[in-house]
T-cell receptor, first 112, second 115 residues
Framework: SQQGEEDPQALSIQEGENATMNCSYK?????LQWYRQNSGRGLVHLIL?????REKHSGRLRVTLDTSKKSSSLLITASRAADTASYFC????????????FGKGTLLTVNP | NAGVTQTPKFQVLKTGQSMTLQCAQD?????MSWYRQDPGMGLRLIHY???????DQGEVPNGYNVSRSTTEDFPLRLLSAAPSQTSVYFC??????????????FGPGTRLTVT
């Protein structure tokens, strides 16, 4: 099964700025999900975007999906110090109604 | 709801010892899975289950066994611990959909060190 590749591996910004993380993949997907992991904790689901959707919003989060380019981006607007965490994209590839494959993540640091 | 619970939180084993990592969920989820997380490697799937009595191997199953006798519990057994199994282990669960995977709920993790 394929793994998504997040870019950049690490990102450091100031509070109030926007943060953008990208995820690229190689083969077809049912959906793509984004998760957050605070240091030493379990992962928390943020957003699920299906292959027939192009954009979804949740609070300060905006996710886009471009299936022609096989890529997704996660935008966090007006970032806060509490947004400091690792962010992972997870792929649900075609043919499976349950398995996810996680990328290696982007470490976001928001400086106060 | 307690969600997904894992015990223990921390464990130190000597090479060759065996142990069981416990995972339980109270959300009546059909799908349960175990991942390991190593620095720079992301999460890798060890074993998974789509219901009681049904288990299958993931990406890195060697050295681990699982069973699923109830919907709620999905223990992970290390048969003979090796230093390469030093890692953080996460259990996750989700409902099974009909048009792709649903969101997964994660436990807090077990940090295992094998010396």
């Amino acid at each position: 099964s394929q793994q998504g590749e997040e870019d950049p591996q690490a990102l450091s910004i100031q509070e109030g700025e926007n943060a953008t993380m990208n995820c690229s993949y190689k083969t077809s997907i049912n959906n793509l999900q984004w998760y957050r992991q605070n240091s030493g904790r379990g992962l928390v689901h943020l957003i699920l975007i299906r292959s027939n959707e192009r954009e979804k919003h949740s609070g300060r989060l905006r996710v886009t999906l471009d299936t022609s380019k096989k890529s997704s981006s996660l935008l966090i607007t007006a970032s806060r110090a509490a947004d400091t965490a690792s962010y992972f994209c997870a792929l649900n590839s075609g043919g499976s109604n349950y398995k996810l494959t996680f990328g290696k993540g982007t470490l976001l640091t928001v400086n106060p | 709801n307690a969600g997904v619970t894992q015990t223990p939180k921390f464990q130190v084993l000597k090479t060759g010892q065996s142990m069981t990592l416990q995972c339980a969920q109270d959300m009546n989820h059909e799908y349960m899975s175990w991942y390991r997380q190593d620095p720079g490697m992301g999460l890798r799937l060890i074993h998974y289950s789509v219901g009681a009595g049904i288990t299958d191997q993931g990406e890195v199953p060697n050295g681990y066994n699982v069973s699923r006798s109830t919907t709620e519990d999905f223990p992970l057994r290390l048969l003979s611990a090796a230093p390469s199994q030093t890692s953080v282990y996460f259990c996750a669960s989700s409902k099974i959909g009909t048009s792709g995977a649903n969101e997964q709920y994660f436990g807090p993790g077990t940090r295992l060190t094998v010396t």
